[in-house]
């Protein structure tokens, strides 16, 4: 049973380029999860899926994120015009709905806006 | 939203020593998770543990819910517990993790 996958590991774009992450969930897991984690904070919520339905965003996901999960299985998560304020490790979980709901964590893609 | 505070914010040990970690939430849970996060950012999973005591090797952790807190115990603590230790919760709800702003910790030889 492999982990939560993610590419890139790392990304440096420079501000205004658009940039899209991949997250590979646990295998027959049906809840996705996108968080975001700056220097020194724990990570912070940004959005949800139940299978391909995105079920709960979060203040955090402006108009220049958007988030997929086609198929409900690996999902993706789009900044257009990138900020320097949009510098941080992007981390995807994935948890299977039933009594526990225990979330795994990927390994994170760090995102370096110049 | 819930309110998550965890206790110390930095704790520095030698190595052999025992420590207890704190988590407190402001409201109502129906999900706890501590997690060891390694200096390449990968959040590793420690306990799922809405409620009661658990232990794995030498780690432990208790959640008192009615109370709002759960701790974490080390002992014999290694250098390779260094890291940042987080809780995070789920309210009753909802779907999302809240975490706390974690614990660092560094074991020196």
């Known amino acids: 049973d492999t982990g939560v996958s993610q590419d890139p590991r790392h990304k440096i774009t420079k501000r205004g380029q658009n940039v899209t992450f991949r997250c590979d969930p646990i295998?027959?897991?049906?809840?996705l999860y996108w968080y975001r984690q700056t220097l020194g904070q724990g990570p912070e919520f940004l959005t949800y899926?139940?299978?391909?339905?995105?079920?709960?965003k979060s203040r955090l996901l402006s108009d220049r994120f958007s988030a997929e999960r086609p198929k409900g299985s690996f999902s993706t998560l789009e900044i257009q015009r990138t900020e320097q304020g949009d510098s941080a490790m992007y981390l995807c979980?994935?948890?299977?709905?039933?009594?526990?709901?225990?979330?795994?964590f990927g390994p994170g893609t760090r995102l370096t806006v110049l | 939203g819930i309110q998550v505070e965890q206790s110390p914010p930095d704790l520095i040990l030698q190595e052999g020593a025992n420590s207890t970690l704190r988590c407190n939430f402001s409201?109502?849970?129906?999900?706890l998770q501590w997690f060891h996060q390694n200096p390449w950012g990968q959040l590793i999973n420690l306990f799922y543990?809405?409620?009661g005591t658990k232990q794995n090797g030498r780690l432990s952790a208790t959640t008192v819910a009615t109370e709002r807190y759960s701790l974490l115990y080390i002992s014999s603590s290694q250098t390779t517990d260094s890291g940042v230790y987080f809780c995070?919760?789920?309210?009753?709800?909802?779907?999302?993790?809240?975490f706390g702003e974690g614990t660092q910790l560094t074991v020196n030889p």
């Open positions: 979980a994935s948890s299977l709905l039933r009594e526990t709901d225990t979330q795994y």
């Open positions: 295998s027959e897991h049906n809840r």
């Open positions: 899926f139940q299978n391909e339905a995105q079920l709960e």
């Open positions: 409201d109502s849970v129906n999900n």
């Open positions: 543990i809405p409620s």
């Open positions: 995070a919760v789920r309210e009753t709800s909802g779907s999302r993790l809240t």
